[in-house]
């Protein structure tokens, strides 16, 4: 397995896998990886020749400074997994090369990306938009492997490949999760045993509503997001937001109409934990 550091370096090891007829597939990660990345490796794995695993804590889509410097980092760890894994490529730039002085140039999504964690932290996914097309361009992969577990982060990099014609395959895996139910999550690392047990009502809730809506499908989704609410809050989380939205554009309903996406954003201890499920709208 190489570590490539240097943005060059990867460029012309991309170059070579091409010239050789081997495809690349990326897993872009931000570190402190779990099982859930390590999934996303294996999808990866599945469609190409190549795999290459990048390792960045993008300060541009921290929202809060503090969130920032206590992200988990965890290189040795990470490399160890990647290894077992056999992972061709960590890519594991510089942030002094990635945002070199003057940077001033950023992508923006102007529709999937204002709701759910858009409306929540301000100018999160211009940083996430803005990294991933920079990492496609040092990469050059064929494929490039995301989680379900940011289901809104999947589709906003969906719709900036497509209207940017990036010719990359972008591949959807679903979300890893603890036997307890919790979703795998970096942040998880922040959370002590206690926050961990009580984190896990996120899932708990989710399954609730899930069932809710698939029993009564013209119950009020209001109804449904306050009794996630309140399941939530006494189990000490503090509600970042809870939304019902339409699975193909985001956009928030009233009643379970067509396919929806139930997501949840609460902070237990410091650690802001998202997590989501799809329901399908048995008619469609
Ligand atoms: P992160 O390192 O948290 O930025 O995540 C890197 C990638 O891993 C993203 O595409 C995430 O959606 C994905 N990911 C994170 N947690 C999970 C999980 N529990 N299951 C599946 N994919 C995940």
New binding site residues.
């Given amino acids: 397995m190489r570590i490539i550091e240097n943005i060059n370096e990867m460029l012309l090891f991309s170059k070579a896998c091409k010239q050789a007829g081997q495809t690349v597939g990326v ?11 390590l ?2 490796v294996t999808a990866a794995k599945k469609e190409a020749d190549v795999v290459v695993v990048t ?1 960045f804590v ?1 300060p541009a889509q921290f929202d809060e400074s503090t969130d920032l410097e206590s992200y988990p980092r965890t290189f040795e760890a990470d490399r160890e997994m990647c290894e077992a894994l056999a992972v061709d490529v960590i890519f594991f730039p510089k942030t002094s090369e990635v945002y070199a002085p003057n940077f001033s140039t950023w992508v923006n999504e102007e529709k999937l990306s204002v709701g759910l964690c858009g409306g929540t932290r301000p100018g999160h996914f211009r940083g996430v938009t803005t990294v991933v097309a920079k990492l496609f361009n040092m990469v050059q992969p064929d494929f490039a ?7 809104q ?2 589709m906003v990099i969906k719709q900036m490949v497509r209207d940017l014609n990036f010719p990359i395959e972008i591949i959807i ?5 603890e036997k307890s139910g919790l ?5 998880n690392k922040n959370l002590t045993q206690d926050e961990l047990e009580k984190a896990t009502v996120i899932y708990e809730s989710l399954k609730w509503a899930e069932k809710q809506l698939l029993a009564n499908p013209g119950l009020k989704l209001k109804e449904i997001k306050e009794v996630m609410t309140t399941m939530i809050t006494k189990a000490g989380g503090k509600i970042h937001y809870i939304e019902i939205v339409r699975q193909d554009n985001l956009q928030p309903q009233q009643l379970f109409e067509t396919s929806v996406i139930i997501a949840v954003a609460a902070f237990f201890g410091k650690a802001r934990l998202i997590d989501n499920i799809f329901v399908n709208y048995e008619s469609e």
Avoid: C, E, W, Y
């Fill in positions: 897993v872009p990660t931000m570190g402190a990886l779990h099982d859930g990345h999934s996303l390792i993008n492997v995301f989680g379900q577990k940011d289901a982060q999947a895996a679903p979300i890893i999760r979703a795998m999550s970096s942040r």
